[in-house]
């Protein structure tokens, strides 16, 4: 399959195994300013991105969906979600990449911290006060930056639980922000959008993702609907029409060969399916967005 976008592990160099171990972290402005504070299109393969502002505008493209901020934001960036920025020019924040599987495996509830950031790319507004403000995250990630810019004995050790709480205040602004939904709930939704991630080009009924979270196929539809706006089904119909248009803008697979990666039998079975969802042929989707 040909590529169109590039993959790095840091924008601008060849994918590489990440640096330090597990993490890498710089300001905002060690690439950007030299770029005229811009970042094009790319992903990350493995690895998962966290961009931080805390002053200047950012204009954040996750996929197909862009938007400007002028607010302190943090930006989850899973491994291979396309994005890029275009910051004002001397915006301040961070940019830290992750092994996450390396820093998973260094603490037994690793995973648990991590899959509240997996799967579905999005940013998050920081509030000015509170228990995981802007100021804590900032003072956080200055300390992380210090200790990975001036490592000590046992540096390792130290980043991965300052990265462990860094990832902790970042859990507590998404709970904040899910009103009068208990942990439990919040945990099957994570699950659920992990469990799609996984297996939406294997098509996947309903019924069997239910049964893989231990619901009853109602309760996952409600679940669905309230934390997505939508049915269970309607959400891994999302899910499958992302990848298609991401696979059509972004690489010169023929149509037919796309389908069979996205799961489908019978590539006419496939345009029937994007021209329901997108209401355009997926070959006239193509041709739209390249001009």
């Not at 961009?51 to 938007?67: I, K, N, P, W």
Request: contains cysteine.
């Amino acid at each position: 399959m040909n590529i169109l976008v590039p993959a790095f592990s840091l924008y601008g160099e060849e994918p590489t195994s990440i640096s330090r171990e597990y993490l890498h972290i710089e300001e905002i402005s060690t690439r950007s300013a030299a770029r005229n504070w811009q970042i094009d299109t790319h992903t990350h393969e493995g690895m998962l991105q966290l961009l931080f502002v805390f002053s200047g505008t950012a204009r954040v493209q996750l996929d197909s969906e862009e938007q400007e901020y002028e607010s302190a934001i943090a930006v989850i960036i899973p491994p291979g979600v396309i994005h890029a920025f275009k910051f004002e020019s001397q915006t301040r924040g961070y940019v830290l990449t992750l092994d996450a599987s390396g820093l998973a495996a260094e603490s037994e509830d690793g995973t648990q911290m991590f899959s509240i950031l997996k799967g579905k790319a999005g940013v998050m507004v920081l509030e000015n006060e509170g228990n995981c403000s802007a100021a804590r995250i900032l003072a956080l990630l200055e300390q992380i930056a210090a200790e990975f810019n001036n490592p000590g004995p046992a540096s390792i050790r130290l980043q991965v639980w300052q990265v462990r709480a860094l990832l902790l205040l970042l859990v507590r602004v998404q709970l904040q922000t899910e009103k009068n939904t208990d942990e439990k709930t919040v945990g099957l939704t994570v699950r659920f959008r992990e469990l799609v991630e996984t297996h939406y080009a294997e098509h996947w009924t309903v019924e069997r993702y239910a049964a893989e979270l231990n619901l009853t196929e109602s309760r996952l539809n409600r679940l669905s609907q309230k934390n997505f706006g939508k049915s269970a089904f309607g959400f891994i119909q999302e899910r499958l029409l992302l990848e298609a248009r991401r696979k059509l803008i972004y690489t010169s697979t023929s149509i037919s060969q796309l389908a069979y990666e996205l799961g489908f039998s019978d590539p006419g079975y496939f345009c029937r399916f994007f021209k329901k969802q997108a209401g355009m042929a997926p070959g006239l989707f193509r041709s739209s967005s390249l001009r």
